[in-house]
């Protein structure tokens, strides 16, 4: 790797989120890039006292290209947004962007994202063609899927599909996993790829770990069972209501 490439990439992913904790939930953020650099990136913005905004985009193709384009919808995200922020907007806004800045690219992007507000106790999902987040709660032993509801970001504006949220409580104890498709499309020896499915009896083994530790075990788990390892950018955000 090039000495130039290396600065680059530690630029680019100097300005990943750490790790958010406080008394009412704990964020962690993993990510394995299958390149220098990827088109895998997330944002984790409070807004004010009560809202926090988590979001993460996985943006078509690898390298240089992919990292620039997430870069500048992270660069959106963390301008753009608002205390009174609505989900769709944002959703609706970004697409707009996208499209006028940087539609003769031929790039788009998968999005995702969770606003939680403490105030009303409730959270809003909002998914554009991203992998569902999953959803373990407590005293349960299935995961929930929440799907994405809207296509690509990128390609069209206004959007072939109106903007839905799904909405539903905040409760002490839940898990949500949020990851890029990397995680769930490694594929075995026979080329069977983990999925869904295993990614959620993964979560479920590991119910009792939190944070990096609960990333960690995740990610593993998916290595061991990977024929010739991870074969695409991968980022795993876990959260914890506490």
Not at 148 to 177: H, N, Q, V, W
Not at 189 to 202: C, D, K, M, T, Y
Not at 229 to 242: E, H, N, R
Request: charged residues 20%.
């Amino acid at each position: 790797m090039s000495e130039d490439l290396q600065l680059a990439a530690k630029v680019h992913y100097g300005f990943l989120p750490d790790d958010f904790d406080d008394d009412r939930l704990n964020i962690a953020i993993s990510l394995r890039p299958l390149h220098a650099l990827g088109g895998d990136y997330c944002s984790i913005l409070p807004l004010g006292k009560d809202r926090i905004l988590v979001a993460i985009c996985d943006a078509v193709g690898h390298g240089v290209s992919a990292a620039l384009f997430a870069a500048r919808i992270n660069t959106y995200i963390l301008t753009q947004a608002r205390p009174d922020l609505i989900p769709c907007d944002l959703v609706a806004d970004l697409n707009a962007y996208l499209c006028k800045r940087l539609g003769d690219t031929g790039m788009y992007t998968t999005f995702y994202a969770l606003l939680l507000d403490f105030e009303s106790g409730n959270m809003s999902l909002t998914g554009a063609a991203h992998p569902p987040v999953l959803q373990l709660q407590q005293g349960q032993e299935r995961c929930r899927e929440w799907e994405s509801i809207i296509t690509y970001l990128g390609i069209a504006d206004p959007m072939p599909l109106l903007c839905g949220s799904e909405r539903l409580p905040l409760k002490t104890g839940d898990r949500f996993l949020i990851y890029s498709d990397g995680l769930i499309e490694v594929e075995d020896v026979a080329g069977q790829a983990f999925g869904i499915e295993r990614l959620s009896r993964s979560f479920i083994a590991h119910r009792h770990l939190s944070g990096q530790a609960l990333n960690q075990a995740i990610l593993s788990e998916a290595e061991s069972y990977a024929g010739f390892g991870f074969q695409d950018d991968v980022l795993l955000m876990s959260i914890t209501l506490k």
